[in-house]
């Protein structure tokens, strides 16, 4: 069974197509790369898996759930790591983890278990009694993430989540979420316009204009050279 099927999702912006009957499927325990230049449809696709707004026409299911029948099953099975951050800067990087574990009906000592197993997972533990506002972009992300991951979701997906990160940053949050997905059987769905982020053995889906243009594996995709056939298939700036 896929852990997230898209099938035909079509979206209008008014007189814009936005999506033109996106369909792909992501396997448990695989790292799937939406890859697509600005404005290719990535954000208005995540913002339909999130139910922030309904498809024209299109079937989503998450971990067998299809989203627009059992909403609450579905949105269950998915942590989110949005592109515009969500911390209380306010707070520790523990209380931040806590307050959104009792939005999940956790709390006591069960809370603070999965706070402490979510962080310790993305090497944040040393980290839980600082406040948000002193860590570095990179350790804000890393954050973000393990709270998506308190509830214990089937399904990541993560939008746009190394915008603004230096470089290093950028490739450590990414073999981070690569290890989730190999180590405890996530599905996950990293949106992105950086090739560099992809790996030659990740499941990729080109998106431009709202269409799909390649589904399959990066490295049949883009053969030896991925920017080059990226730039080629969508006309983007290098």
């Known amino acids: ?57 299109g079937r989503v299911t ?45 709390s006591g000592r069960e809370a603070e278990m999965r706070a402490a197993a979510a962080l310790d997972r993305l090497g944040m533990a040393e980290r839980a009694g600082e406040r948000a506002a ?13 709270r998506a991951l308190l509830h214990r979701p089937d399904v990541l997906l993560l939008d746009e989540p190394t915008v603004g990160l230096d470089a290093a940053s950028r490739a450590a949050i990414t073999a981070h979420v690569h290890r989730l997905a190999i180590e405890d059987g996530l599905t996950v769905l990293w949106a992105t316009h950086l090739v560099d982020e992809v790996r030659p053995d990740d499941r990729l889906v080109v998106l431009h204009r709202g269409r799909v243009l390649a ?8 053969g030896a050279d991925l920017t080059r056939r990226f730039l080629a298939m969508t006309g983007a700036a290098p």
């Open 1 to 57: 069974m896929a852990g997230l099927a898209i099938e035909g999702v079509t979206h209008d912006w008014g007189a814009k197509r936005a999506l033109d009957a996106v369909s792909f499927t992501v396997e448990p325990g695989r790292f799937c790369a939406l890859l697509g230049p600005n404005g290719a449809g990535k954000s208005t696709l995540f913002g339909i898996l999130t139910r922030l707004f309904s498809p024209r026409a």
């Open 62 to 106: 998450v971990a067998g759930f299809d989203l627009a029948r059992a909403p609450r099953a579905a949105l269950s099975r998915m942590g989110v790591v949005f592109q515009a951050s969500t911390l209380d800067l306010d707070l520790t990087v523990r209380r931040n983890l806590l307050y959104f574990a009792a939005l999940h009906g956790f």
């Open 134 to 146: 002193a860590l570095n972009g990179g350790h804000r992300r890393r954050m973000e993430i393990a």
């Open 215 to 222: 589904d399959g594996e990066a490295g049949a995709i883009g």
